[in-house]
Every structure is written in C-alpha cells, then in structure tokens.
C-alpha cells in the first residue's frame, strides 16, 4: 500500500472514499441480514433473501419500513472506524449503506459537512461542492430517516437501477468529484452480488483512477476478486484491512496535527451595545445559537 500517495490525494481532494454496509458491523456481520434477524425478534411477517441480501417486494415488507427500521437503526452504535473517518480531513465520502453513522459522529465530534441523498423517484437534487473544510456525506443508496430513498428490496434495486442507468444523473458537484478523483477507496463490502457490479459501473467511468479495497476482511472467491481486477482494475491490499489501513491514514494526519478540528464559534463586536454575539454553527451550517451580552475576558 502506498500510502504517501494516499495522504498526497487526500490532502488534494482527489480521493473518495465509499463506505459498505459491512462497516456497520465491524465485517463480522452483514447489516441488512441483522435487519431481518432484528424482524425476526419482533415478530414481524417479512421474507428476506440470504443469498442476496434483500428483502421480498411483498407487501409484508411495508410495515416494517414504517414501524421496525428506526427501532433497529436505533440499536447501532457509532464504532471507533466512523470516528476515524471523520477526523480524517476526506473531502467527499460515499455510503451505500442506508446508516447515519458517519453523520452522527460528525455531529458528535462538533464537525462541519453537509449531508445528501439520491432519491430514486426523483431527478438527483444538486449539492455543495465538496472541500476539506465542509466536506460531503452521500447516501447513494437512501438513508433509514427518508424511507421513500431506501433500497432495500427487489422492486427498490429495480426502480434504483432504472433511475441511474436511465435519464437521471448524479448531482453535477458529486459527478465532478468522481470524474477528478485519483483514488477511490472501497471499504466494507462484499463483491459477489449482481447488482453491486451495476453501482461499482456508476462510480467507476473513468478508467485511470486508481481503485483500492483490501481483501483481508472478506471471504469472496478468488474468482469473483479477478473479476473487478480485470474488469475495474481494482487493486486488492492482501497485507493489510481496510481498517488497519484507514487507522494508518489517521495516524499520520494525528501526527501532523492536521486531523478535522471541530468548528470555531465566531465572535462579532455587538456596535450597539457594547457587547458581544457569539454564532455557533451548525454541521449544515445552519445558526444554532446566538448568545449575546458582555463576556468577562479577564481571568
């Protein structure tokens, strides 16, 4: 692993990293058949199929969407892998996990970024431009607080492929992103679905990026791995996990104490009355609070 070159793109903004359901669970467990197991425990009438990882499109599966979904988000945990991340100084990071993990920590850590969706009924909303400063959270595949953006079933993964591989684009600022990325990092997933090849197509039009994921945390075939090396040119890390790998990354950001800092509040003289207004700003930006009123700056 090169990973000079690495911290080089990331410090440039040329380097996206996207983000598997397999992270949720540390890769000892697949999210959306924990979905199914946490059904299991409610009782709820649903059918899921193992091999892949979907949910039926019957009808049975709409109550859970509206009833069980938040109840099982609820019960995860944001890891020490999403804290990671996100002190780690990436401009533009993709989930195709419908989690919030990753925005929870930057919440939590006081981190400024703005948070998308793609919406399968709907032509793509545009998006900030990402940057280091504010960077960008993508949920490609819907995210658990807009149950209209979800793909968890056959009927979602069909009217999702139609919508990308039909007349609807990626937001222009996410498209650019991918089009001038020199690294595009793969972290968290399983390679033997069909439609996974599908998604993998939508990120991977220019073929001089350089595609990266390691092979440590996952049990697929040699022959299906060959398969995104001929056909993506993926390049499989066989020494190291991909969270051993992004634990190197954010060693070396700690160490040039160059990781994200938490955002500043930004204090304006108060001309009229002789005090002082304090904004906080929130993770999108928005004002949070304004405390006004003299501040004792003695000690």
């Not at 500043?264 to 005090?275: L, M, R």
Request: hydrophobic share 40%; with cysteine; net charge negative.
């Amino acid at each position: 692993m090169d990973l000079e070159t690495l911290i080089q793109n990331i410090e440039n903004q040329k380097f996206v990293l996207v983000l598997g359901p397999d992270l949720a669970f540390n890769f000892e467990k697949s999210m959306l058949k924990e979905m199914s197991n946490f059904l299991k425990e409610k009782r709820v009438n649903h059918e899921f199929h193992d091999e892949e990882e979907l949910f039926s499109s019957s009808t049975k599966f709409k109550p859970f969407v509206f009833q069980h979904l938040p109840k099982f988000f609820d019960t995860l945990q944001v890891t020490e892998i999403y804290k990671q991340i996100a002190e780690i100084p990436f401009h533009l990071v993709i989930n195709l996990s419908p989690d919030l993990m990753l925005q929870q920590a930057f919440e939590t850590a006081q981190f400024d970024y703005s948070g998308s969706t793609y919406i399968k009924e709907m032509a793509a909303q545009d998006v900030e431009k990402p940057t280091k400063d504010k960077p960008l959270i993508y949920n490609l595949l819907g995210n658990n607080k807009q149950n209209s953006s979800l793909v968890l079933c056959f009927n979602h993964l069909f009217e999702y492929l139609s919508s990308i591989l039909g007349k609807f684009e990626l937001p222009f600022n996410l498209r650019s992103e991918l089009d001038e990325a020199l690294n595009i990092f793969f972290l968290g997933f399983k390679y033997d679905k069909w439609y996974f090849k599908l998604i993998m197509r939508l990120l991977n039009k220019d073929d001089n990026v350089l595609r990266q994921a390691s092979n440590k945390e996952i049990e697929n075939s040699s022959e299906i791995l060959n398969f995104y090396t001929s056909e993506f040119g993926f390049f499989f890390e066989e020494e190291l996990s991909g969270t051993e790998i992004i634990g190197k990354i954010h060693a070396h950001f700690k160490s040039a104490n160059a990781l994200r800092k938490p955002m500043e509040a930004t204090i304006a003289k108060d001309q009229s009355t002789g005090g002082n207004i304090i904004n906080v700003y929130g993770s999108n930006n928005t004002l949070l609070q304004d405390i006004q009123g003299n501040i004792n700056m003695q000690k």
